[in-house]
T-cell receptor, first 113, second 116 residues
Framework: DSGVTQTPKHLITATGQRVTLRCSPR?????VYWYQQSLDQGLQFLIQ???????AKGNILERFSAQQFPDLHSELNLSSLELGDSALYFC????????????FGEGSRLTVL | AQKITQTQPGMFVQEKEAVTLDCTYD???????LFWYKQPSSGEMIFLIY??????QNATEGRYSLNFQKARKSANLVISASQLGDSAMYFC?????????????FGKGTMLLVSP
């Protein structure tokens, strides 16, 4: 158990819909990262937050947004969903921005029908 | 830009044998870190081992060791005495100072199957 909690574990929805994925980092970790894993693209970095502020942005679509709340949990919002958004979405956390080790949650598997 | 290459889509090994999973990387970062993660069929990403680019010694964690050859830009994972539970997908990853250490760049992964 990495200590990073993601909900829901599985989600099935339809095209055009909107979903929210939630992540609780390890106790004491200030930095949260979101990654998307799909068969064709592999593991792609989406976005990073540190202590409530956005720190880095990767290949995140405009239809996607995220935030980190004062209690350090984070949410990834995916809207106007398309079939190609079906993927495993990971949250990871680390104590600082630059520490070596990232701890990953078990992921949220999104299926868009 | 950083790039990780894992040339072995799949590897087979018998239980109790050692196996080496290849990883090469490309970066212009003067300082970077290299990681290996394990992803079993359950889907979670499990951290295995870390090597800093300025570390003089190769990293080891139990049965895992990282064969770091900086000049060749390779960071191979060696698993000694394979166990059935080692069957999983293995990802090599890196992050560097130019990205503020913010982002991990992953390879495509190697599927390891351990047979009895």
């Amino acid at each position: 158990d990495s200590g990073v909690t993601q909900t829901p574990k599985h989600l099935i929805t339809a095209t055009g819909q909107r979903v929210t994925l939630r992540c609780s980092p390890r106790s004491g970790d200030l930095s949260v990262y979101w990654y998307q894993q799909s068969l064709d693209q592999g593991l792609q970095f989406l976005i990073q937050y540190y202590n409530g502020e956005e720190r880095a942005k990767g290949n995140i679509l405009e239809r996607f947004s995220a935030q980190q709340f004062p209690d350090l949990h984070s949410e990834l919002n995916l809207s106007s969903l398309e079939l190609g958004d079906s993927a495993l979405y990971f949250c990871a956390s680390s104590e600082t921005m630059n520490t070596g080790e990232l701890f990953f949650g078990e992921g949220s598997r999104l299926t868009v029908l | 830009a950083q790039k990780i290459t894992q040339t072995q889509p799949g590897m087979f090994v018998q239980e109790k044998e050692a196996v080496t999973l290849d990883c090469t990387y490309d970066t212009s970062d003067p300082s970077y870190g290299l990681f290996w993660y394990k992803q079993p069929s359950s889907g979670e990403m499990i951290f295995l081992i870390y090597q800093g680019s300025y570390d003089q010694q190769n990293a080891t964690e139990g049965r895992y060791s990282l064969n770091f050859q900086k000049a060749r830009k390779s960071a191979n994972l060696v698993i000694s005495a394979s166990q059935l539970g080692d069957s999983a997908m293995y990802f090599c990853a890196m992050r560097g100072v130019n990205s503020g250490y913010s982002t991990l760049t992953f390879g495509k992964g190697t599927m390891l199957l351990v047979s009895p």
